[in-house]
Nanobody, 126 residues
Framework: QVQLIESGGGLVQAGGSLSLSCTAS????????MGWFRQAPGREREFVAA???????TYSADSVKGRFGISRDYHNSVFLEINNLRPEDLGVYYC????????????????????WGQGTQVSVSS
């Protein structure tokens, strides 16, 4: 059973930056497609970014393009770099994982990922 642990959330002023990390328990993590999703109060969980196995391809939601960047290392961690934070970026950020290539499923759909972390809170002050 894959376990994912997010870290790095916090309270940041609008316009500021934040780095989120997600560490997986599986050593063979490199074969997994990884995603970041977020959920604001009263809203559905939404796609933020995804990265293919071995980091060959990355994808971002239109709302974060140019401000957020997803990356991964060669072991068991994936990262989300958040820049120029806006008030609408607040929410709980979740890391998700699915074993297999990104072109094998709809990587922007939360229901496609079987493994999830507990989430980390990102708050934005104006």
């Amino acid at each position: 059973q894959v376990q994912l642990i997010e870290s790095g959330g916090g309270l940041v002023q609008a316009g500021g930056s934040l780095s989120l990390s997600c560490t997986a328990s599986e050593y063979t993590f490199s074969t997994y497609t990884m995603g970041w999703f977020r959920q604001a109060p009263g809203r559905e969980r939404e796609f933020v970014a995804a990265i293919s196995p071995y980091g060959r391809n990355t994808y971002s939601a239109d709302s974060v393009k140019g401000r957020f960047g997803i990356s991964r290392d060669y072991h068991n961690s994936v990262f989300l770099e958040i820049n120029n934070l806006r008030p609408e970026d607040l929410g709980v950020y979740y890391c998700a994982a699915r074993d297999g290539p990104d072109n094998d499923f709809a990587y922007s759909i939360a229901g496609e990922y079987p493994y999830w972390g507990q989430g980390t809170q990102v708050s934005v002050s104006s």
